[in-house]
T-cell receptor, first 110, second 113 residues
Framework: DVKVTQSSRYLVKRTGEKVFLECVQD?????MFWYRQDPGLGLRLIYF???????EKGDIPEGYSVSREKKERFSLILESASTNQTSMYLC?????????FGEGSRLTVL | SQKIEQNSEALNIQEGKTATLTCNYT??????LQWYRQDPGRGPVFLLL?????KEKRKERLKVTFDTTLKQSLFHITASQPADSATYLC????????????FGSGTRLSIRP
């Protein structure tokens, strides 16, 4: 079975802190994604990566950056966390059109 | 810009009935459309993918239709069970890149015994 693992299920950070959300997939998928999910807004694409060191902006990249140094790992970085980045963050990889999601990281920024 | 609309109101269905969820999209012609299930506090789980040249697809008690003229997909769960209660998300491949998947906001389905 494909497994997408997000390093933290729950995080609490303070405004201005730098936050790293890590995601690892074990199926050698080329493409990986970061979404955030908020009530009433659904899943919104932040960034995606189609190869090592390659990235593309999604619909809401402002305030975020990403890193893909190895094929299996895709990291989401909040350079200076703000309260409006409190959300559920979901990482996914894709094969044959099917997205495989991690369990999510719920981030609270105080 | 592309827009995906799902009924934001929760759908309450009696056990044993067929649940039908709707996904409408505008300003785009996707190559495929997908449905996912999401339980509270969990990541979405893939259910079905239907391509633009397919009208209907089935998997066990699930059926999906795809009408590219109406720009609409219908998702049916027959013989619904309380365990089917979840939020169901519709997703399309993105405009500029087949790797960019965009989602609707989901419809919460509750099946009462």
């Amino acid at each position: 079975d494909v497994k997408v693992t997000q390093s933290s299920r729950y995080l609490v950070k303070r405004t201005g802190e730098k936050v790293f959300l890590e995601c690892v997939q074990d199926m050698d998928h080329e493409n990986m994604f970061w979404y955030r999910q908020d009530p009433g807004l659904g899943l919104r694409l932040i960034y995606f990566s189609y190869d090592v060191k390659m990235k593309e902006k999604g619909d809401i990249p402002e305030g975020y950056s990403v890193s893909r140094e190895k094929k299996e790992r895709f990291s989401l970085i909040l350079e200076s966390a703000s309260t409006n980045q409190t959300s559920m963050y979901l990482c996914a990889s894709i094969q044959s059109g099917e997205l495989f999601f991690g369990e999510g990281s719920r981030l609270t920024v105080l | 810009s592309q827009k995906i609309e799902q009924n934001s109101e929760a759908l309450n269905i009696q056990e044993g009935k067929t649940a039908t969820l709707t996904c409408n999209y505008t300003n785009y012609s996707p190559a495929y459309l997908q449905w996912y299930r999401q339980d509270p506090g969990r990541g979405p789980v893939f259910l079905l993918l239907i391509r633009e040249n397919e009208k209907e697809k089935r998997k066990e008690r699930l059926k999906v239709t795809f009408d590219t003229t109406l720009k609409q997909s219908l998702f049916h769960i027959t013989a619904s069970q309380p365990a089917d209660s979840a939020t169901y998300l519709c997703a399309l491949d993105g405009d500029s890149s087949a790797s960019k998947i965009i989602f609707g906001s989901g419809t919460r389905l509750s099946i009462r015994p």
